[in-house]
């Protein structure tokens, strides 16, 4: 799949509040390939977390009490976006609503990313009747850690699109401009 190249991401939260992120997870895709995955554990501002989302992803306000805010984890993420501005990721209203809220939280610009949704892509290609991002990893035998950690579910979400760019027998990210939209 040479010249696809993309950033998949994914966040936590530690609240409902879209800027409460707690983790963030990439997975840098090179032509095609996995080329590295990370994940930053976030301190989300007060370090406040709700009872609801600690059962979701396991975090707690003991793992990021002394972890870096928001916007130094930002600055290493847009470190890989300078190279490669493009985002893709599962329900990307949620992840890129967290990106807008986080910016606009922190007084900080918000760059020239565009972005692609793996979800909304599954949705209008296969006919389940779930399109969560485990389903889907589970029904094409895509492997994956620990589900609701940032890094692993940027990395399922990163080998889901590219599935989904065989499947639709696309060559470039360009066709696949029903799914994408600007940061």
């Not at 190249?5 to 390939?33: P, Q, Y």
């Not at 020239?112 to 006919?127: E, G, H, K, P, V």
């Not at 389903?135 to 994956?144: E, G, R, V």
Request: with cysteine; hydrophobic share 35%.
């Amino acid at each position: 799949m040479q010249g696809i190249n993309f950033v998949a991401i994914d966040f936590e939260t530690a609240t409902g509040k879209h800027a409460s992120i707690c983790e963030a997870g990439i997975c840098v895709v090179r032509d095609g390939e996995i080329a590295e995955t990370r994940s930053w554990l976030v301190r989300p501002q007060g370090n406040m977390y709700s009872y609801w989302n600690m059962q979701i992803h396991g975090i707690r306000p003991n793992d990021t009490i002394h972890s870096p805010e928001f916007p130094e984890v930002w600055a290493e993420i847009c470190g890989y976006l300078k190279d490669i501005p493009v985002l893709v990721a599962h329900n990307a209203a949620f992840d890129m609503g967290c990106i807008r809220h986080s910016l606009e939280l922190y007084g900080m610009e918000k760059p020239d990313i565009t972005y692609y949704c793996s979800l909304l892509a599954a949705r209008r290609l296969y006919s389940f009747g779930c399109n969560s991002l485990d389903y889907l990893c589970d029904q094409f035998k895509i492997p994956y850690g620990q589900h609701h950690r940032a890094g692993d579910d940027a990395e399922m979400c990163a080998r889901l699109f590219l599935r989904e760019i065989k499947d639709f027998g696309l060559c470039g990210l360009e066709e696949m401009k029903h799914y994408c939209g600007k940061l």
